[in-house]
């Protein structure tokens, strides 16, 4: 699934190359034209912002909401390229400035009122975006306390408490931080917990930096040793998705 760094680069790609155009939107596949996306022909394309793993770009009164979820996409493409999957199953296409921007598959795509958007459960309802430049992790802390027999890796993954992390940093945060992700919250200490968000954040601001370029430390490593005591990786499934979690229990406490 896409995590809050994926989205931010959308959102930085989408100003580099159409936001202040005037698009020409179309929806070669049904799913697109159910989402309303042919609304926004020869709209401007004001801003492009995230929250979280959500993609809001702004036309005025109204906004293209995108959750990519596993399956979803958007690629980039200059006009005339050859596409990597075909065009009738674009969900939506939005050209301008020289640019072909192609959104296919995921869970949500929608155009909606600008406002009532902003009031939807579906955005209303996240947590704090982990990525946001005012980033508080005390209002996380404080939202992780009302829970405290849940397991830290379980309330990393809880869009509702921190909007952004996926499965991929909830295991590598809690390994930089040192910590059991199988541990209670009422167990962890402030500067616990301050420390694995922290660790989250960093290493997703530099995955937007550099691109995607991640170099995992543990995860999907299950058969591969530590990289810090050469001891061997655990991983099982955790929280009500069975989502998996990897950890070194030698090093991880």
């Not at 975006?129 to 829970?147: G, H, S």
């Not at 530590?226 to 406490?253: E, K, M």
């Amino acid at each position: 699934m896409a995590e809050g760094d994926t989205i931010l680069r959308l959102a930085r790609r989408f100003e580099a190359t159409l936001v202040g155009e005037e698009v020409r939107a179309a929806a070669p596949n049904p799913r697109g034209k159910a989402a309303g996306i042919e609304r926004l022909d020869g709209r401007t394309l004001e801003r492009a912002e995230t929250h979280g793993k959500h993609l809001l770009l702004g036309f005025g009164d109204v906004c293209l909401h995108s959750h990519l979820g596993v399956s979803g996409g958007w690629h980039f493409y200059r006009p005339g390229a050859r596409w990597r999957r075909p065009r009738s199953s674009a969900w939506a296409v939005l050209s301008g400035g020289g640019w072909d921007a192609v959104q296919f598959g995921g869970p949500t795509l929608r155009v909606a009122p600008t406002a009532r958007l902003r009031r939807d459960p579906q955005i209303g309802r996240l947590g704090p975006d982990l990525l946001a430049a005012e980033f508080d992790p005390e209002a996380v802390i404080a939202a992780m306390r009302t829970d405290p027999t849940r397991a830290l890796g379980d309330a990393l993954l809880d869009q509702h408490l921190v909007a952004g992390i996926g499965n991929i940093f909830k295991s590598e945060a809690c390994f930089a931080a040192r910590l059991d992700p199988w541990r209670s919250i009422d167990d962890l200490s402030g500067e616990e917990l301050r420390r694995v968000l922290t660790a989250a954040r960093e290493q997703m601001l530099s995955a937007v930096e550099s691109g995607g370029r991640h170099q995992f430390q543990i995860y999907r490593r299950h058969q591969g040793a530590c990289p810090n005591c050469r001891g061997p990786i655990s991983s099982r499934g955790q929280g009500d998705a069975n989502r998996t979690t990897y950890w070194c229990p030698r090093c991880q406490v």
